[in-house]
Every structure is written in structure tokens, then in C-alpha cells.
């Protein structure tokens, strides 16, 4: 049986709690050596794209692959096969725009766990986006959030996004500048396109952690090169696509010590640090990678049959049997 799961059912399935745990669980099994993560391939197509990335996770059982595709004055579709390694069934083929979404916010928070202090704080969100809610959703989620300012450049989407968090129970209030969202927040979570820097490191405190997932291309600046000199440790998800696909990362790459960087993967294994004073400035860059995306696909896939979710379309592929 292969199971088609919608936009909505895929929004139906799963929880922001869930997609921690799965965040949790696949990097714990990227960093005991349980996965393959090949280069994700990439074909420009005038000025869109179409990109794949295949993953196998020998541990809990599953592989697969996200297939991505930008079309110019349309958008970004997003998709994932998910296949049971054991028997090479495609399970669920599934809309993946949710999934990435909710992914990213919860790697932040795993990353959270193990780079900010560990007490609730004074939060500062930049950006007003998808991925900048499910930034805010997935702190709130951890317990890292006592106060939370947001600012984003057009004064209508900012004060939308702190109405919508007010009304789910969350005390935070509007600022009129990146600046004044900082001021004096411990917890920065940085979720904006933009060619140039919006966080500068003036503005960070001793002791503060920096999550920042905006910048997924070379033209793209979210962070200035002075954050990079001042963050110790700093963490990513994948070392190679942070420093050759975010623009501020490649920008500052001369400024960063090469042990001063790990991967997520090894802080949750305990094979590199975490935070290990107060007084500390932490960062996690992320660009995403396939084991995220296939790692919550899995249970997202579990979540819909439990819940009668999804259409089933029957024994698909066809299997062509060895003789």
C-alpha cells in the first residue's frame, strides 16, 4: 500500500511536540553512523530549479528522498517519497512543504537543548514568515520562551504574527526595529530572506544563543560576520552545505575557526560540545538537510495510517519480481 498524503493531511497528522522528537531521534542516529546522506542534486533551470536529496537511515528502517522545484512567477513545490528499506516499498508519498517547515523549527529546538541556557527567556523573533512562526512555535514548544518580541520590516505582518501568538497564551509584543527585539533578549531566532545582514553582533549579550535559519542561498545575508567571530561554539547542521549555501556563513568563512564549528549530529551523540559556561554566545546555522525531512516523514507516515489520514492508491510502483 502506498499512502498519498495532501498539504492538509500532512498538517493534520503530526504536532510541533512530535516533530522534536522526531528531530531528536534522527539526529541521535546520524551521530551513532546509522545514515547516508549523499550531496543533494541540483538542476538550474533558467531561473528555477528542481533539487533531490536522497537519504537512507540503516537504523530506524527507512529511506527516501524530498524532490523540491522552483517555477519563476509561480513558486516552491515541495514533495517527499518516503520507502521501507527492509522490503523497498514506497510507503507514502507525501506534500512536504509542512513537513519542512515544522522540520526546521524543531531542529532548532534540539539544537536549543544543547546550546542555550537552560531557563525560559527574553526571545527575540526576526522574521514573520512560515519559518519564522515555527521558530517561535517550536521555543514555546521546548519551554524556552517567557517574553517574546518580533520584529519584521512591514509594521502589518509583524503585529499580525504577535496577535496570532497572543492568542495562544504567548506574552509577546511588536518592536519597531531588529534592534530594539534584541535588546537585551538571550534567545534570538533569526528566520529572514534577506541580501543583507539584519542580526549584528553589537546587539548580543553575554550568554546568548542565536538560532538562524533564513539563508539557504550565496546572494542571501541574515547574520553579520562579527556573530560568526563571537559565537562559541557554533553548530550546524551540515557543515559543507551551511558554509558553501548560506551567503553570511560563506561571507564570514575566513573568520571562523574550523574546530570552532560542529555538527548537530555530534553534540546530541555527545561526540563535540554544547554550551559550556554562562557567559557564552552560541549559534546554530541551519540549511536543512534530507535525514530532517526524512526522519519526521517517517512519523508523519505512521501518524495518518493511525488516524485513517491519506488516500491509498494501492500497490504502487509496480514491483518487476527478480527471477
Not at 550565496?218 to 557554533?234: H, K, N, Y
Request: overall charge neutral; hydrophobic content about 45%; charged content about 25%.
Amino acid at each position: 500500500m502506498t499512502l498519498l498524503l495532501t498539504h492538509d493531511d500532512v498538517r493534520s497528522a503530526v504536532t510541533m511536540d512530535d516533530a522534536i522528537a522526531a528531530m531528536e531521534a534522527g539526529f541521535k542516529e546520524e551521530g551513532e553512523g546509522e545514515t547516508l546522506l549523499p550531496q543533494r542534486t541540483n538542476v538550474k533551470l533558467s531561473k528555477g530549479w528542481l533539487r533531490v536529496g536522497p537519504v537512507a537511515m540503516k537504523g530506524s528502517g527507512w529511506m527516501g528522498f524530498k524532490a523540491m522545484n522552483l517555477a519563476p512567477g509561480h513558486g516552491v513545490r515541495y514533495q517527499v517519497h518516503l520507502y521501507k528499506i527492509a522490503t523497498g516499498e514506497l510507503v507514502a508519498i507525501m506534500d512536504a512543504q509542512h513537513l519542512t517547515t515544522l522540520r526546521t523549527g524543531a531542529t532548532s529546538a534540539v539544537a536549543t537543548r544543547r546550546l542555550a541556557r537552560p531557563q525560559k527567556a527574553l526571545t527575540a523573533l526576526l522574521g514573520s514568515g512560515p519559518e519564522a512562526r515555527a521558530q517561535l512555535e517550536a521555543m514555546v514548544a521546548a519551554g524556552y520562551v517567557s517574553k517574546a518580541r518580533v520584529f519584521s520590516p512591514t509594521e502589518a505582518n509583524r503585529e499580525k504574527l504577535a496577535s496570532e501568538f497572543r492568542e495562544k497564551g504567548v506574552d509577546i509584543d511588536a518592536a519597531p526595529s531588529a534592534q530594539a527585539a534584541c535588546d537585551g533578549a538571550s534567545l534570538i531566532l533569526a528566520a529572514v530572506k534577506s541580501s543583507e545582514p539584519v542580526l549584528n553582533a553589537a546587539w548580543l549579550q553575554a550568554g546568548a544563543h542565536v538560532n538562524s535559519v533564513g539563508t539557504a542561498r550565496r546572494d542571501q545575508r541574515e547574520l553579520d560576520i562579527d556573530t560568526f567571530r563571537v559565537a562559541s561554539p557554533i553548530a550546524v547542521d551540515t557543515r559543507k552545505g551551511v558554509f558553501e549555501e548560506a551567503g553570511d556563513a560563506v561571507a564570514a568563512a575566513d573568520a571562523v575557526s574550523e574546530n570552532n564549528v560542529h555538527e548537530l549530529r555530534d553534540i546530541v551523540a555527545g561526540k563535540a560540545p554544547g554550551r559550556t559556561s554562562d557567559d557564552q554566545i552560541t549559534l546554530f546555522k541551519s540549511v536543512g538537510t534530507g535525514i530532517q525531512d526524512i526522519a519526521l516523514a517517517s512519523v508523519i507516515y505512521q501518524k495518518a495510517l493511525d488516524a485513517g489520514l491519506g488516500t491509498d492508491l494501492g500497490e504502487f510502483p509496480f514491483l518487476k519480481r527478480n527471477k
